[in-house]
C-alpha cells in the first residue's frame, strides 16, 4: 500500500542506436551549457541596488522573517514551474573536508554501537535508541487513517517494554529488524523494493542499522517529493496571488526592492512610445499629448527585453529573478535558432524550389547544424571554425539530396557561393541574421498578444524550417 510515486518505466527502444547516441552526446553538452548558465547566474543578493529610496534601517529579525518569506515563495515558485521539480538528497565532493568530518563522525558512531553489542552482557542503550528514532520515522510516513498500521508499529517497538527484556537478556533484535523491514516494505514506493530486499539479505546488526537508517532516509525523500507532487495543483491555483502578496509585504519593508523592475518597466514602455511617435508624425492628424499605452502591451514588451539582456553587465528584475536562469537558456535557444535559421534560409534559397517540402532532409540538416552548434555560448567555442565546417557538410548533404531525387549538383561557383554566405552569418550585423531575428521577436510578441488562445499565430516567412523549435519556445515562454 504505497502512498509514493510509482516506478519509473525504464524500457527503451534499441533500435537506432548510432542516431540516438548522437541525441545523447548532444543533449549532455546542452545540459553542460545550461549548467554553466546557472553557476554563472549573479546572485540575488546584488551589491549594486540603486538608492532611489532613503535606506530604511531594519531589525535582523525583520531582515530573518523578510528572508524566510522570500525563500518560501522561490521554493513554491519552483514547484508550479517546473513540473519535473523533485527534492534530492545532498551529495557533498568526495574529498571535502565536510564529507570527511561526515566519515569520520559516522564510523565512530557505528564502531561505538559495535562494541557496546560485543561486551558481556550486550549493552543494548544506543540500539534501543536507534529503535526509538526509526519508530518515529515509520510512524511519521502514516496518513491519519492508517489506524492499524499505527498500532502494530506502536506495539512491536514499545520501547518500555524492549528495555525489560534488555534489562532481563531477553532481547532479540533480530526478530526486531525483521519487523522493522517487514513494515518498510509495506510503506515504500515501489522503486524502493530493490532496496529492502537486499536488507534481508543483510545479517549482522551493525551493517543492517546502517542500512535500515540509509533506506529510511530514501524513503523519507520520497514522501517529500510526494508531497511536493500533491500540493503542486493547488499551488498553480494559489501561486500567483501568493507572490504578488509576497512582493508586497517585501515593498512594504523595503520601499526600494523593486527599483530595477520600475527600471525595466519604464524601458519597455518608452521603447513602445518610440516606435508610436514615427507613426503619429507620419498620420494625417497632430498632436501634442503623448501617445496612450497599454499596460499589457508594455508588459509583453518587457518579457520579449528579457531575451536580449545582458545578464553580466544588467541587474535583473526582481520579480522575474527566480527565472533569471530559464530566461539565459531560453536565450542560448534562441540564439541558435537565429543561426539555423539564417543558415537553412541561404541554403533553401540557393537549392530553389527542387528541395522545398522534404521533411526529413530538413530535419537532417538541423541536426547537423545543432550538433556542429553545441557549445555556441562557450568562451572557446569558434563561430567562424563551425560555421566553415557546417557549409561544407551542408553543401555535401545539398548535392547528394539533389542527385537523390534526379536534379542537377551545385556547380562549384554555386559551392563556393553558398559557402561564403553560410559563413557570413557569423558576422554581427548579416541581414540575414538580423531579418530572422526581426521575425522571431514578431512572432513571440503576436503570441503574447493572443493571450490565452488556443491557436498559434501565423509564422512568418522564412521561418517554416525552423516553426516547430520556435513554437516550442513560445509555449514555453508564456
Request: glycine share 4%.
Amino acid at each position: 500500500m504505497s502512498q509514493d510515486p510509482g516506478r519509473p518505466d525504464t524500457s527503451e527502444g534499441t533500435s537506432g542506436k548510432s542516431e540516438d547516441n548522437q541525441q545523447d552526446n548532444l543533449d549532455n553538452s546542452e545540459q553542460s551549457s545550461r549548467k554553466k548558465i546557472r553557476q554563472n547566474t549573479p546572485s540575488p543578493s546584488r551589491g549594486n541596488t540603486p538608492q532611489a529610496s532613503p535606506p530604511q534601517f531594519v531589525s535582523v529579525e525583520e531582515l530573518m522573517e523578510t528572508a524566510k518569506g522570500v525563500t518560501n515563495m522561490v521554493l513554491a515558485h519552483e514547484i508550479v514551474i517546473n513540473g519535473g521539480f523533485q527534492i534530492k538528497p545532498a551529495e557533498l565532493p568526495e574529498n571535502s573536508l565536510e564529507r570527511r568530518v561526515r566519515d569520520i563522525v559516522h564510523k565512530a558512531f557505528w564502531d561505538c554501537l559495535e562494541t557496546q553489542l560485543k561486551e558481556d552482557p550486550p549493552s543494548y542503550d544506543h540500539a534501543i535508541k536507534l529503535v526509538g528514532e526509526i519508530k518515529e520515522t515509520l510512524l511519521s510516513f502514516l496518513l491519519p487513517g492508517h489506524t492499524r498500521l499505527r498500532n502494530q508499529i506502536t506495539e512491536a517497538l514499545d520501547l518500555e517494554l524492549i528495555k525489560q527484556e534488555a534489562e532481563n537478556g531477553a532481547l532479540d533484535i533480530s526478530k526486531l529488524a525483521e519487523f522493522i523491514i517487514g513494515m518498510m516494505g509495506t510503506l515504500c514506493a515501489p522503486a524502493r523494493d530493490e532496496e529492502i530486499k537486499k536488507l534481508k539479505d543483510i545479517h549482522e546488526i551493525v551493517p543492517l542499522f546502517r542500512e535500515i537508517f540509509s533506506v529510511l532516509d530514501l524513503m523519507k525523500m520520497d514522501m517529500a517529493n510526494f508531497a511536493v507532487t500533491s500540493i503542486r495543483p493547488h499551488l498553480m491555483q494559489q501561486s500567483v496571488e501568493y507572490e504578488r502578496k509576497k512582493f508586497q509585504e517585501l515593498y512594504e519593508k523595503q520601499p526600494n526592492s523593486l527599483d530595477f523592475v520600475t527600471e525595466w518597466l519604464q524601458e519597455a514602455a518608452d521603447d513602445l512610445r518610440s516606435r508610436m511617435v514615427p507613426a503619429i508624425d507620419h498620420g494625417a492628424t497632430s498632436t501634442s499629448t503623448a501617445p496612450v499605452l497599454c499596460p499589457v502591451a508594455v508588459q509583453n514588451h518587457a518579457y520579449l527585453k528579457l531575451l536580449k539582456w545582458d545578464h553580466l553587465q544588467k541587474p535583473f528584475p526582481e520579480t522575474v529573478l527566480m527565472d533569471q536562469s530559464r530566461f539565459q537558456e531560453m536565450q542560448l535557444e534562441l540564439d541558435q535558432l537565429i543561426l539555423t535559421g539564417a543558415i537553412l534560409l541561404v541554403t533553401f534559397n540557393a537549392a530553389g524550389t527542387a528541395l522545398s517540402g522534404l521533411p526529413a532532409f530538413t530535419a537532417n540538416l538541423k541536426m547537423v547544424i545543432r550538433v556542429l552548434l553545441t557549445g555556441l555560448h562557450l568562451p572557446s567555442f569558434n563561430l567562424s571554425e563551425a560555421l566553415a565546417v557546417i557549409s561544407e557538410k551542408i553543401c555535401a548533404e545539398v548535392n547528394s539530396c539533389l542527385s537523390q531525387h534526379g536534379f542537377t549538383p551545385f556547380t562549384l561557383e554555386k559551392e563556393t557561393e553558398l559557402k561564403g554566405q553560410i559563413q557570413a552569418v557569423a558576422k554581427p550585423n548579416n541581414t540575414v541574421c538580423k531579418l530572422i531575428d526581426s521575425r522571431i521577436q514578431s512572432f513571440l510578441e503576436s503570441y503574447l498578444a493572443s493571450g490565452h488562445q488556443k491557436s498559434l499565430p501565423a509564422i512568418p516567412g522564412g521561418l517554416g524550417p525552423i516553426q516547430k523549435e520556435l513554437e516550442e519556445i513560445a509555449i514555453n515562454y508564456r
